[in-house]
């Protein structure tokens, strides 16, 4: 929220300056962003007088103006702004003004006429983002003087950061609350006149729906000028809060909330058609918004509706049929309170963030209505005239939130602050927040002010003492506790020691969102079940995620836009798995590798610098599983609905199933816009349990190796051969290794030749070629049976 600093100072006494007051209110909780003053630096900028506007006589767009600067003859000013004429105030940056951007006003010579300084606009001055002619000052602005004086431009906007527990301090009222709680210093904001009723009309209310909508307060003001200028203190105000001044009756709308904290609306009472009912949408209504958009309702959405329909959705934002315009002469003002409950989340549906859904789904003062319709009615008709009817209130009294007592213990205020702080301090403390004590013999009874919908436990009381008194000024002590040993099972590997492994084979770690695109996520997963966020900050992020390979995909894009061609990922995270209507957290790892397989140098072969594939990431895989002392790992070749049909495994760990491993599908690559196919894989971290290291002893005999040249089907696995190998072989297999895959002459289609490298030994005697050779053939013999293999010779 941003505050200007000379508003705060209109509510109470501020002691400090802006950076003091700032750094006050962050360790009050509420957190400064940022600091920056009211306009940029700029001089020689005094308040002119435009007494004539002639028409330029080599140029059509442009005039050449006679302006009075308070000293000296009338300086000729050559202006192209369509609002400049006679009997304006405006601001002239005479010659050897700087403004902003270090820009220079000089005399100069425009199409032949002489001109002595610049007419400027709010945008030239860094007063607005966009300007429509130059800016016009009030009528009774004094000539000469400097426009900084003049509009107190030597003023700070302090930005804070208010917690969304803290609804009460989105205003200045609530900033003043706080300073007031830290200095002890009274409020004293602006009196409020007592409003006289000068005619009898009103607009009846009923509250269908009491409990979403226990107050409504509003009145009639008949005769106003919208067409009339806001004045240029109100317009600033707004501008250094943030907000852009529309209409004068917009304009105090929008005032008395930031003011206040109240929202409130204005509706055309000539648009508005009979009688105004709060209740719930029904089935199929819509209603068209201020912003032009059609909103679509839900039976849980509050609307305010008329005898013809919704005229907008409460506490969000009106309807455009009633919306007041320029030509509006009769308004209805309402100022009602929204429980919380009836608006959270209803914004986002529609992706907007409104500064009345901020305050109401924090939640206002139940008590403030009329306080705010009063100062609203009193600034519209000093604003803009027109003469007010008396206030209707519409009110379910048994509906409106209630402030329960809460105590606090003087021993557990001592406890959970590890300080003793003095009950007179606590008292003043309490009492400066606004709230009533009782003293009991063990500490105090609170009632917190209706405004305080976060003080509801004790530990809400002490953490008001605590940031009021300073956190700072609370010594710092050593917590006591038992100190305890946790388990930690063997079979658990570490796991920066597991990450690294993948670090070194070239990934980078990847931290992304638990909730990602639903759209995105079903068309790798099909119908998978997902859980769906009730309030999600995003429509692109609002379901929780069932694998970790939608966010590593979105990272994979990013970086590619970013002109990277070799991207290595990996993430180590929670999915979120739903089965039989409940959902599991599964500790996961998943990577993914996309673009060449090597970073490109002159010392490699073409093949390195081609893109990785399946068996690239397979051999991190491996990798991974043997850092973990993993004998069993095995690839099984199966299907899955995101990943290319033939280059798509299971991964197994003996016979259990622990991850996934294969090239995206061609078309999920041409669709997400992949320039090289990515080869992704997920695995359970449970998968990874940690084989330690056992003795085993070292043959002193000789090894004898003999290599086979096995000829299988083309749907036979290598890991099958090995299996079977290994099976026949027994004990005297020390290792099998696979040096050969030939497909082409000399073999028949469908089949390809494996060469098998057998490498026996024993333990207690050297093996003899006749030893071997029965090994060999009983290998042989095996697979002519397993596999209807044949040996190449």
């Known amino acids: 929220m941003k ?32 600091i920056e003053p009211a306009a940029p630096a700029f001089t020689g900028v005094v308040i002119g007088e435009i007494l004539s506007a002639e028409k330029h006589p080599q140029a059509d767009k442009l005039r050449v103006c006679r302006v009075a600067a308070g000293q000296g003859e009338p300086l000729q000013i050559v202006c192209g702004a369509a609002n400049a004429r006679a009997g304006l105030k405006s601001a002239l940056a005479v010659v050897g003004a700087v403004l902003p951007g270090e820009l220079k006003i000089k005399a100069a010579k425009l199409r032949g006429v002489e001109s002595a300084g610049m007419l400027c606009s709010a945008k030239e001055l860094g007063l607005a983002e966009s300007s429509e002619g130059i800016l016009e000052l009030p009528a009774d602005a004094p000539v000469g003087a400097a426009l900084r004086d003049y509009l107190r431009l030597e003023d700070t906007i302090l930005d804070l950061n208010v917690t969304p527990n803290r609804g009460d301090a989105l205003s200045i009222i609530g900033i003043a609350r706080e300073v007031a709680a830290l200095t002890g210093a009274a409020l004293n904001g602006p009196a409020l006149r007592p409003v006289s009723a000068t005619h009898a009309d009103t607009v009846t209310v009923h509250l269908d729906a009491p409990a979403a909508c226990p107050r409504f307060a509003g009145c009639v003001v008949h005769g106003i000028n919208n067409r009339a200028p806001t004045p240029i203190w109100m317009r600033e105000r707004l501008r250094r809060a943030g907000v852009r001044s529309i209409s004068p009756v917009v304009d105090v709308t929008n005032y008395v909330m930031l003011e206040l904290g109240q929202p409130m609306h204005a ?34 959405v509050l609307l305010i509706t008329d005898g013809a329909g919704p005229v907008g959705i409460a506490g969000i934002m009106g309807g455009a049929r009633t919306a007041v315009s320029p030509e509006t002469t009769d308004v209805f003002l309402e100022v009602a ?38 100062r609203a009615v009193e600034l519209i008709q000093t604003v803009a005239g027109g003469s007010a009817g008396p206030f209707s209130l519409a009110e379910s009294r048994a509906d409106l939130p209630t402030r329960a007592p809460v105590t606090l213990r003087r021993a557990q205020l001592a406890r959970l602050l590890g300080a003793e702080i003095a ?24 009632e917190p002010p209706t405004h305080r919908f976060d003080i509801a436990l004790e530990a809400d009381l002490i953490e008001e003492v605590a940031r009021i008194v300073g956190y700072e000024t609370i010594g710092e002590q050593d917590a006591l506790a038992s100190e305890r040993v946790r388990a930690l099972p ?67 894009l990013e970086n590619q836009r970013r002109q990277r061609e070799r991207i290595r990922l990996f993430e180590h995270g929670a999915r979120f798995e739903r089965l039989d209507g409940e959902t599991r ?41 043997a850092a973990v002392g993993a004998h069993d790992l095995r690839f099984e070749p199966q299907t899955h609905s995101c990943l290319y049909p033939g280059r798509a495994a299971r991964v197994l760990r003996g016979a259990q199933a622990v991850g996934w491993l294969g090239e995206l599908h061609p078309s999920l690559v041409r669709d997400l816009e992949f320039v090289h196919a990515p080869v992704l894989f997920e695995v359970d971290w449970d998968g990874l349990t940690l084989v330690r290291p056992a003795y085993r002893e070292i043959s002193r005999q000789p090894q004898v ?17 090995a299996e079977r190998v290994a099976l026949v072989a027994s004990s005297l297999l020390r290792d099998l290794r696979v040096f050969d895959v030939y497909r082409g002459p000399g073999i028949e289609e469908g089949r390809k030749s494996v060469a098998l490298g057998l490498i026996f030994q024993d333990f207690s005697r050297t093996l003899t070629d006749d030893d071997v050779a029965r090994l060999v053939a009983a290998v042989v013999a095996d697979l002519r049976v397993s596999f209807n293999a044949s040996i190449r010779e």
């Open 3 to 34: 505050v200007p600093y000379s508003w705060l100072t209109d509510w109470i006494a501020v002691p400090w300056d802006a950076p003091r007051l700032g750094e006050r209110l962050t360790m009050a909780g509420l957190e400064l962003e940022s």
């Open 267 to 300: 509706y055309d009472l000539a648009k508005l058609q009979g009688e105004i009912r709060v209740r719930l949408a029904g089935a199929g209504e819509s209603v068209t918004l201020l912003d032009g958009r059609t909103a679509e309702l839900k039976p849980d």
């Open 337 to 374: 309170y929204f429980a919380p409950e009836a608006l959270i989340g209803r914004a986002l549906r529609w992706g907007l963030t409104t500064d009345a859904s901020q305050r109401f789904e924090r939640g206002v003062d139940p008590a403030g209505q009329e306080r705010a319709l009063a």
């Open 423 to 446: 009950d007179a301090r606590v008292r003043s403390v309490i009492e400066g927040l606004g709230m009533r004590l009782q003293t009991l013999p063990e500490g105090w009874r609170v």
């Open 490 to 556: 063997e079979v658990v590997p570490a796991e920066h020691a597991v990450l690294e492994v993948l670090a070194m084979r070239g990934y980078q770690e990847a931290i992304t969102y638990a909730f990602v695109d639903p759209q995105l996520q079903q068309r790798l997963f099909g119908d998978a079940p997902a859980l769906a966020l009730a309030n999600p900050i995003a429509s692109d992020l609002s379901v929780m995620r069932v694998s970790l390979w939608p966010g590593l995909l979105r990272a994979a």
């Open 585 to 625: 957290e599964i500790d996961a790892l998943a990577g993914i590798a996309c673009g060449p397989r090597m970073p490109e140098q002159w010392g490699l072969p073409r093949p390195m610098s081609e893109p990785s594939d399946f068996f690239d990431v397979k051999g991190d895989l491996e990798a991974l599983f």
């Open 705 to 721: 190796r003999r290599d086979l040249a096995v000829v299988v089907d083309e749907s036979v696995p290598l890991s099958r051969l």
